[in-house]
């Protein structure tokens, strides 16, 4: 095989492999369980949500929002911001062209990490712009009396100890942090022999490993 | 010296294959952990259908008249599992995450589940207490191992025996891309260029992802590989009692696993009719063909089998084939087939992307390309050194025939039934002939590309994006899907 092959075919596997870690590290973030996903009042969005939470870690980067409907073809733009506690300074901003929804109907919202949000009260305002002939997009809202609940209006109308079905996500301090708690919540439910330890040699010797066979098959 | 001795060690094509085998291993025991408790493809009822058989023969408990209940319910407690079953399922938050695509497990802080002491206490009993059990009924090899597997581990909790059913069909898997090594080889292909191959299947994302999960497909999917090894050393040594044995024990085994191995008599007497034609040109012992038909012969009447049920018939000739027309017209659409493909390779649906959408697309385009190499090829007086001869290609599209007459004959008579699509055909299905179709779609390319240089090229690239697929579907879907 000519070296220049071998280059190139090289730099293609590591341009892809590179990708693909990379988008597992960016949405390598763990939901709030106590915030539940669940399909409640069906609502369409006509004009903007406001949803003001407390963060309850360090580390806030993403919010998983569960949609009404899975045809919002030929799709739209959400419009997604994070304000400070009073609506007034944007923290962070997201305009995310979407042509449909994510698994289960979710959508995922991911923005650079909020460092220091643990205790903070944020408030969020999404709203959604369909294309032409394109369909509105519905949200679910529920009942929800956590105190981390601390306001939601959806359309201009007030929905007293109501919230968003949705989960506020959050990031470790570093990624070692980030790979032991992935490693914990895999290692649950499984038998020892593919738990912890045992789970971080299977997954980086299948990874080692395969990077050594492209070299040696490439080589 | 150390360093020329590290890397023809490294080079050596045992230690190549030894790395493949292992890698492959690694990858199914992480997908076993990826994916939880009974979500595979029809799991629960596979391990149900095995946990019954592991039942003691004194069935002295009540039992609880139920009907087997709908395929749909979202509660595993609708369904007629074992009492271990149930509890644990409830117990890891089955009824959360099977069901609900956007849901997790309730994680804890820690490596145990919240509900894990529960489940390792044993409280339940791994029995059945319906008189209407769902499981699959019937004598199968599969069950049998992976039941004696379960026997074994009966003093352990249900995780425990759960998860090494599942590796155990990671062994078989890796056993398959063991023969399918094999058959690159010796259907002529070089050495180095049957290890990509090889390592190519390997990292079919599909062939991991099944054979991380319990069913009896994956005893029958190596076992078509087996036929089509022993066809293979049939073509390239002639017929004799080693090959004829090897084919005829894969479709008595394939036979006792699932009732798709039976499409397997089909290529077996197109070799016969092959091996009799051709000994008129050649000295080929006609006693053992014939010895190997009766031995065939024997077994399919021994076996006690209605081979004639398998057959689709509707009261009379008209109806069937009113039937027939009404199949082709439901089934052979483009959105079933590009359902199938998609399916076959792994694509799971989960997430909206461009990489999803359009990676069959991609594959597809590769395939039409191959395919005018392999008319290419069967057509060319020139032969090309690097690729195998034409009885190898045409043996290999009639298996792909064969296994398609197959699944559609099934899919048919099931349609006959039920008078809609119930069983469909799911890219797991094709599977078995897994082999000879990477086969078929690189020896398609090499024949365009005509040199050993490009072919090896090509390949290489095929590897790289097999296995960038497979990496992405690890870790860009089934890993945020469960975890995050």
């Known amino acids: 095989m000519l070296y220049k092959d071998k280059i190139i ?36 969005i006509t004009s903007e949500i406001v949803q003001k939470f407390e963060a309850d870690h360090n580390g806030l980067t993403r919010i998983k929002i569960l949609f009404g409907n899975s045809d919002v073809s030929p799709g739209g733009t959400f419009d997604f911001k994070i304000y400070d506690e009073n609506c007034q300074d944007i923290i962070r901003e997201i305009n995310l062209d979407i042509t449909s929804l994510d698994s289960g109907n979710t959508t995922d919202f991911v923005f650079p990490k909020i460092s220091d949000s643990k205790n903070k009260i944020f408030c969020l305002k999404l709203s959604y712009e369909q294309k032409k002939g394109g369909k509105k997009a519905n949200v679910f809202i529920n009942e929800n009396r956590m105190v981390q609940n601390k306001f939601f209006s959806i359309n201009g109308e007030e929905k007293a100890s109501q919230s968003l079905s949705m989960r506020p996500a959050y990031r470790n301090e570093n990624l070692w942090q980030d790979s032991v708690e992935l490693n914990q919540r895999m290692s649950q439910y499984k038998p020892l022999f593919l738990k912890h330890y045992f789970l971080s040699i299977i997954i980086f010797g299948f990874i080692i490993l395969s990077i050594l066979l492209v070299a040696i098959l490439i080589i | 010296m150390q360093k020329v001795q590290i890397l023809s060690f490294i080079k050596n094509p045992k230690f190549i294959l030894a790395l493949i085998l292992v890698i492959f291993f690694l990858k199914g025991a992480f997908l076993t952990t990826l994916s939880p408790i009974f979500t595979g493809q029809d799991e629960a009822r596979h391990y149900s259908s095995l946990q019954y058989r592991a039942e003691p023969k004194d069935k002295n408990w009540e039992k609880i008249d139920r009907p087997v209940g709908s395929m749909k319910s979202i509660n595993i407690a609708d369904y ?10 409830e117990a890891a938050d089955y009824n959360v995450f099977r069901h609900q695509m956007y849901n997790t497990v309730n994680f804890s802080d820690g490596y145990n589940g919240i509900n894990e002491a529960e489940i390792n206490h044993q409280l339940w009993k791994p029995y059945n207490y319906f008189k209407q059990p769902d499981i699959v009924s019937g004598k199968n090899l599969y069950y049998f191992l992976a039941t004696s597997l379960e026997k074994i581990l009966s003093g352990s909790d249900i995780l425990v025996r759960f998860f090494s059913n599942r590796i155990l069909s990671t062994v078989f898997g890796t056993i398959g891309i063991f023969l399918a090594y094999l058959i690159f080889k010796n259907i002529g292909i070089k050495e180095k260029e049957s290890l990509i191959l090889t390592a190519i299947t390997a990292f079919q994302p599909k062939y991991a992802m099944y054979f991380a999960s319990i069913n009896y497909d994956v005893l029958l999917i190596p076992l078509f590989f087996l036929f089509t090894l022993g066809a293979v050393f049939s073509l390239r040594n002639g017929f004799n009692w080693k090959n004829g044995s090897l084919m005829l024990l894969a479709i008595g085994l394939g036979f006792f696993t699932k009732a798709t191995a039976l499409i397997l008599i089909l290529p077996f007497f197109g070799l016969v009719v092959y091996f009799i034609y051709s000994s008129y040109k050649k ?3 006609l006693k053992i063909i014939l010895l190997a038909i009766i031995i065939f012969v024997i077994i399919a009447y021994f076996s006690n089998y209605n081979f004639i049920s398998i057959l689709p018939f509707k009261n009379n000739v008209s109806e ?5 027309g009404s199949y082709l017209s439901e089934s052979l ?11 076959y390779w792994g694509s799971l649906g989960w997430f909206s992307n461009a990489i999803d959408q359009n990676f069959t697309n991609f594959v597809w385009t590769i395939q039409t390309i191959s395919v005018v190499g392999i008319i290419f090829l069967l057509f060319s007086k020139k032969k090309l050194d690097f690729l195998p001869e034409k009885k190898y290609v045409v043996f290999m599209i009639g298996m792909i025939f064969a296994l398609q007459l197959g699944i559609r004959m099934a899919d048919w008579k099931v349609f006959m039934g039920a008078g809609e699509l119930e069983l469909g055909t799911p890219g797991r299905y094709f599977l078995p002939n897994l082999v000879s179709h990477i086969a078929l779609v690189f020896i398609g390319l090499g024949a365009l590309l005509r040199k050993e240089n490009y072919f090896r090229n090509a390949l290489l690239a095929g590897l790289i994006v097999m296995i960038s697929f497979s990496m992405y579907l690890i870790f860009n879907i089934i890993l945020p899907r469960y975890y995050l």
């Open chain 2, 333 to 343: 659409t483009l959105g079933r087939f590009a359902l199938s493909s998609r399916t």
């Open chain 2, 80 to 89: 007629n599992f074992s009492h271990e079953m149930i509890h644990a399922g």
């Open chain 2, 283 to 285: 000295k080929i012992n």
């Open chain 1, 9 to 44: 075919l090289s730099v293609i596997f590591l341009g892809l492999s590179i990708l693909i870690f990379f988008r597992l590290e960016k949405t390598l973030s763990f939901p709030d369980q106590s915030w539940s996903l669940i399909e409640g009042e069906k609502i369409k």
């Open chain 2, 320 to 324: 069937t084939f009113h039937s027939f």
